[in-house]
């Protein structure tokens, strides 16, 4: 059975930092393309990141682009997100996504879910 | 543009069939994936590529594509098939991964 465990989350003040976690099982992940997308309260999805199997290759929604940081730990089978400058517009659930194939190609296991409010 | 669209809200009698679609230039060289969520719960892929269902999703969900337009089809809709709806691609240069707004659905 696949699992994405997330942590991480919680309550940080504006222009704070915050790092999530992902520890995986259940597939290979050295092989599997991976994401985070978040979702603020009463809204829909947005894609926030993505990093290729090797982590040679990282995509940034603009939005977070130059504050957030995706990375990989292949020998823990666990994804990163460091989130840096918070403000409240990045106040959403952030969940770790599995992609299906190739990067960006469709996203076929999804993470529980981390709350992460930026509030003063 | 790199967006897709999505109308906000659909209803389907219970047993009857529905299309929801989504727009978007993206479409007309790249696929879409559709995801379902239910209040309180993650996202779940019901299709993927041209007409691809995961392992576990029910054969009335379908897919097709016309032009920059892709629709997710449920063919007898059930009580459970209740929920917002996500169309995802990507952008022209791939480097984005981009969703539309959602469709809330609801069957009556």
């Known amino acids: 059975e696949i699992q994405l465990l997330q942590s991480g989350g919680g309550f940080v003040q504006p222009g704070k930092s915050l790092r999530l976690s992902c520890v995986t099982s259940g597939f290979d992940f050295h092989a599997s393309a991976m994401n985070w997308v978040r979702q603020a309260p009463g809204q829909g999805l947005e894609w926030v990141a993505g990093i290729s199997v090797t982590g040679a290759k990282t995509l940034y929604a603009d939005s977070v682009k130059g504050r957030f940081i995706i990375s990989r730990d292949n020998s823990e089978d666990t994804l990163y997100l460091q989130m840096n400058s918070l403000g409240a517009e990045d106040t959403a659930l952030y969940y770790c996504?599995?992609?299906?194939?190739?990067?960006?190609?469709?996203?076929?296991?999804w993470g529980q879910g981390v709350l992460v409010t930026v509030s003063s | 543009s790199s967006e897709v669209t999505q109308d906000p809200v659909v209803s389907v009698a219970l047993g009857q069939t529905v299309t929801i679609t989504c727009h978007g230039d993206i479409l007309t060289f790249s696929y879409a994936s559709w995801y379902l969520q239910k209040p309180g719960q993650a996202p779940v892929l019901v299709l993927y590529?041209?007409?691809n269902r995961p392992s576990g999703i029910p054969d009335r969900f379908s897919g097709s594509y016309s032009g920059n337009t892709a629709s997710l089809t449920i063919t007898g809709a059930q009580a459970e098939d209740e929920a917002v709806y996500y169309c995802q691609s990507r952008d022209f240069r791939a480097t984005h991964l981009v969703f539309g707004g959602g469709t809330k659905l609801t069957v009556l």
């Open positions: 996504v599995k992609d299906g194939y190739n990067l960006g190609d469709f996203l076929d296991h």
């Open positions: 590529g041209y007409n």
